[in-house]
């Protein structure tokens, strides 16, 4: 059963720290994207990638935050300097896009959890 | 401005009865809906998609029916279980292929 996963699953840091999450796109899917969810936001896109070229972050605070994929099996998002208003569950999702006649679906992890003191 | 929203932010139903959540979406150029289930302290779980030609899909236990004239889509699931109680997002994407999500509908099962 073929799943995003997603490292590590809580991390409770304090202000001015350095966060890096990590996540393991579904074998054979191009596209990864990166979300966070906040209850006053609900779900945001911050960044993704495509063939592990990044589209879009147009979502993201340019200054704290910078996503990456080294390789095709590992995309991460990182804060520098991490702040308390980060603090939320960052998604990440992967799919096979464009999908053609089959679905653009995209596929989440189980999220990491965010806490910044 | 490109949104997706929802109805209502809480629906309540007997087990065993039919569950219709609502969603209702501006962008235009949207070509395409999911409907995700997210329960707590999970990711969002795909259930169900349909594309804007056409209007209506059916799954297992579940039905999408999208309207595009009024540019409104909803999630009809069938015989409520108690674990189906979990919060339900649709998305809408288009040729960027990037999802904008509604608020959620948090779907609770009466027993």
């Known amino acids: 059963d073929a799943r995003v996963t997603q490292t590590p699953r809580h991390k409770v840091t304090e202000m001015g720290q350095e966060v890096t999450m990590r996540c393991q796109p579904i074998l054979g899917h191009n596209t990864v994207f990166w979300y966070r969810q906040t209850m006053m936001q609900g779900l945001e896109l911050l960044a993704y990638?495509?063939?592990?070229?990044?589209?879009?972050d147009s979502g993201m605070p340019k200054d704290r935050f910078s996503a990456e994929m080294p390789d095709a099996t590992l995309a991460t998002l990182k804060i520098q300097p991490s702040e308390p208003r980060d603090s939320a569950v960052y998604f990440c999702?992967?799919?096979?896009?464009?999908?053609?006649?089959?679905?653009?679906?995209?596929?989440f992890g189980p999220g990491t959890r965010l806490t910044v003191l | 401005g490109e949104s997706v929203g929802l109805h209502l932010p809480t629906l309540s139903v007997q087990e065993g009865d039919n569950s219709i959540i609502n969603c209702a979406y501006s962008n235009s150029a949207s070509d395409y809906f999911i409907w995700y289930k997210q329960e707590s302290g999970k990711g969002p779980q795909f259930i169900i998609d349909?594309?804007?030609?056409?209007d209506k899909r059916q799954g297992q236990r579940v039905t999408v029916l999208l309207n595009k004239t009024v540019k409104h889509l909803s999630l009809q699931i069938a015989a409520t279980q108690p674990g189906d109680s979990a919060v339900y997002f649709c998305a809408g994407g288009d040729s960027s292929y990037k999802l904008i999500f509604g608020s959620g509908t948090r779907l609770l099962v009466r027993p």
């Open positions: 999702a992967s799919g096979l896009i464009p999908g053609g006649s089959s679905s653009d679906t995209q596929y």
């Open positions: 990638f495509r063939n592990r070229a990044p589209l879009d």
């Open positions: 349909i594309r804007s030609n056409m």
